[in-house]
């Protein structure tokens, strides 16, 4: 049987901008898509820590330190609100993730934490 697993975080990532007249998706420094593993053009799960808004759209790699939302969801947040990013996959047993844990003065990152894979717990 699947299930749904999270296979990457990114925790604290700030807003750097919003773009309401723009086709959706939200951009992210492609430096980070690759270091969390997250793929160009993925969905993701976007959580709103200040307002507590939640939207699912896709990743689009951008410029290094940004996060933008684009869009409508560009609705749901402001600049400087802090996010978490959230992708998933789809297996029979958990095999780990990665989490980075971000500065929220710049969007670097501070940490990284590998979830263990479930045979290992």
Same mark, same amino acid.
Not at 24 to 32: H, M, V, W, Y
Not at 79 to 106: H, T, W
């Given at each position: 049987?699947? !299930?749904?697993? $999270?296979?990457?975080? *990114?925790?604290?990532? !700030? +807003?750097?901008?919003?773009? #309401?007249?723009?086709?959706?998706?939200?951009? *992210?420094? !492609?430096?980070? #898509? @690759? @270091?969390?593993?997250? &793929?160009?053009?993925?969905?993701?799960? +976007? $959580?709103?820590?200040?307002?507590?808004?939640? /939207?699912?759209?896709?990743?689009?790699?951008?410029?290094?330190?940004?996060?933008t939302l684009n869009g409508? @969801?560009? !609705?749901?947040? @402001?600049?400087?609100?802090?996010? #978490?990013? +959230?992708?998933?996959?789809?297996?029979?047993?958990?095999?780990?993730?990665?989490?980075?844990?971000?500065?929220?003065?710049?969007?670097s990152v501070l940490e990284?934490?590998?979830?263990? &894979?479930?045979?290992? /717990?």
């Amino acid at each position: 049987m699947l !299930r749904t697993f $999270v296979h990457a975080k *990114i925790h604290g990532i !700030r +807003i750097t901008e919003c773009k #309401l007249h723009y086709n959706g998706s939200a951009e *992210i420094d !492609r430096e980070l #898509l @690759a @270091a969390s593993g997250i &793929a160009p053009y993925e969905q993701i799960h +976007i $959580v709103n820590m200040n307002n507590s808004e939640r /939207l699912i759209t896709y990743a689009f790699p951008g410029e290094p330190g940004a996060f933008t939302l684009n869009g409508g @969801a560009a !609705r749901l947040g @402001a600049k400087g609100d802090s996010c #978490l990013v +959230i992708a998933y996959r789809q297996e029979e047993q958990f095999s780990g993730a990665k989490v980075l844990m971000m500065n929220p003065e710049d969007n670097s990152v501070l940490e990284t934490i590998d979830y263990p &894979a479930a045979e290992s /717990l």
